[in-house]
């Protein structure tokens, strides 16, 4: 257990439709990062949010949001889906270990766009 | 666009046989790091690599970050059914926890 939960597991939904995928980090970190994967792309880095604030920006598309609360849980909003959005989408949590970040990643929402 | 190239992407051996994965990319990284993901999981980080030679060993995985922090390579001697997963290596730029990974491998040990 990552210590990352992320809800829910499963999601099928139709085109057109609006979804929010939710991740609470590890007790006491800060960051909060998304990711999607996908059999064709792996795993690529959406975004990054550190405190509340955003700190970076990825592959995400416009249709797509994010935002990080004040209690430091975050949202993913997909929205007007398209059958290419069915993918794995992790969040991670991370702690700065001096020379490099060791993330830790939650089990994932599989999203499956009908 | 920071790439990192995994090979092979698919391997299929027998309990006991010897593998490389490599890891390859055109850019710097401050770290290397791979994870292990199995299906309905996420990634699970294995190790880290910082130091360009660095060699660090987690029982039978034999991890080395190339010299110019470039590339990557993960060893597994005699493989054991245990060891099937998708295996993932990650580059990192300085303190920023952004990651790019690579396709991954998927490993598959027939006892």
């Known amino acids: 257990d990552s210590g990352v939960t992320q809800t829910p597991k499963h999601l099928i939904t139709a085109t057109g439709q609006r979804v929010t995928l939710r991740c609470s980090p590890r007790s006491g970190d800060l960051s909060v990062y998304w990711y999607q994967q996908s059999l064709d792309q792996g795993l690529q880095f959406l975004i990054h949010?550190?405190?509340?604030?955003?700190?970076a920006k990825g592959n995400i598309l416009e249709r797509f949001s994010a935002q990080q609360f004040p209690d430091l849980h975050s949202e993913l909003n997909l929205s007007s889906l398209e059958l290419g959005d069915s993918a794995l989408y992790f969040c991670a949590s991370s702690v700065y270990r001096g020379r490099f970040t060791e993330a830790f990643f939650g089990q994932g929402t599989r999203l499956t766009v009908v | 666009t920071q790439l990192l190239e995994q090979s092979p992407q698919f391997l299929s051996i027998q309990e006991g046989e010897n593998l490389t994965v490599y890891c390859n990319s055109s850019?710097?990284?401050?770290?290397l790091q791979w994870y292990r993901q199995e299906p309905g999981e996420g990634p699970v980080l294995l190790v880290t690599?910082?130091?360009?030679?660095e060699v660090k060993k987690l029982k039978r995985l034999t991890f080395q970050f190339g010299d110019a922090r470039k590339d990557s390579s993960l060893h597994i001697t005699a493989a054991q059914p245990g060891d099937t997963g998708l295996y993932l290596c990650?580059?990192?730029?300085?303190?920023?926890?952004?990651?790019?990974f690579g396709q991954g491998t998927t490993l598959q040990v027939k006892p």
């Open positions: 690599v910082v130091t360009g030679g």
């Open positions: 850019s710097v990284f401050s770290s």
């Open positions: 990650a580059g990192g730029k300085g303190n920023t926890g952004k990651l790019i």
């Open positions: 949010y550190y405190n509340g604030e955003e700190r």
